[in-house]
């Protein structure tokens, strides 16, 4: 056959192009990728926080007919095509959409996560120097400090007061909210700064807040800028110094998600890492048509500092909840559990870095993904020598590009970086340890885990139709 081919035919049957997925649009579909776009941008604009995404997610399952675990544990049965959602703790949050096979078949899942890099308040945050009240900062996950001064920024939080009662406070997003801010250095004295390695100019320490700067009338008392602001807090919301001790309170940058280009491709904003992928992945679960396995959206936190905690994806959080599901079908054994886990098929939903032109010195351009050309498969993560890598098995890849070419998504596969320039991590290794086949695969994107990031709109739609096309097999 291949000696009939000559030439142009032959290089096109033989080698492989990863194409520009704008290019590979049809006729009238430019409209679906915009309009996607406008949905998804409205998903981060209401949650900029992993609470907020668990709130906005449940709030859209409920919307989709999804039932609460709870309610379904109370009902003490469930059958295919039931829709179940289960919290964890506000944080993260797990969609199932039950099939006619039971869980120890295996699901179809695609996991990623909600919690984002940001700046969290320390415990004792608030203090005033200088005639200015400021709100100390730990910085959470993995930021280059400098990014975070002389930008507006956005307080999103949880308190109790000792009442009990929650307050969940947000300033700084509705346009005539106040706006927090850290200040930078000065030119003109910023000499020394000026000579520092760029991880030291800004540092950690240094990220301290500015909340506020009228004095409380009174002549009598010492920090009467610290009281007033308290004043304000206590007035408008309730809440004293120590409810701030045991508080939840991260600080994003202020305002919403923008188209970025004349041509409107791309958009910026706080937390595409990883809102891209969890935002795909909702919709391809409300979407997806699969009636035998049960397909599963998994949405987690804590996974930039190491996926730790009760909350995290090393948490048996959804474990349990399969466990439980299992024995509503009648499944008791560990062993049944063991198997749902073994028998599973797993996309970890993660962003990757896109080629960016600025930078192409840390790319392979042969391995690297690209702006504009799909979803990414990285068959592996990690750094110096795959350390640390889930690394999917090519009879597993087998399956995703089958699936991938038949339901025609433009992919593309994406190492991190160049060999020894850095590298990363996901939730892949979690569920792989735990015997499911997982790939990550994910939204290639530019300036990763800068205070506002960027992805471009087709290859967040191309995320999206390819975990449709995974849960639909
Ligand atoms: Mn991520
Ligand atoms: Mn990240």
Redesign the pocket.
Known sequence: MLEELKGKELQKKLTKKFNNAWEQLKDGDLNKVMDFAEGYKEFLDKGKTERESTDEIVKQALANGYISFEEIMARGQIKSGDKIYAVNRGKGVVLFSIGTKSLDKGMRIVGSHLD??RLDLKANPLYEDGGIGMLKTHYY??VKKYQWVAIPLALHGVLFKKNGEKVNLVIGEDEKDPVLYITDLLPHLAKDQMEKKMGEGITGEGLNVIIGSIPYKDDEIEEKVKLNILSIFNERYGIEEEDFTIAEIEIVPAGKARDVGIDRSLISAHGH??RVCSYSALKAVFDAKNSEETIVGLFVDK??VGSMGNTGMESTFFENVVAELLNLQGKTSYLDLKRAFSNSKVLSG??TAGFDPNFPDVHDKRNGAFIGKGVTISKYTGSRGKSGSNDANAEFLVHVREVFNKHDVTWQVGELGKVDQGG?GTIAYILANKGAEVVDCGTPMLS??APVELVSKIDLYETYRAYKAFYQG
């Open positions: 984002a890099p996950g993995g890492d990883d996974e930039e993660d962003v990363g990763m885990h």
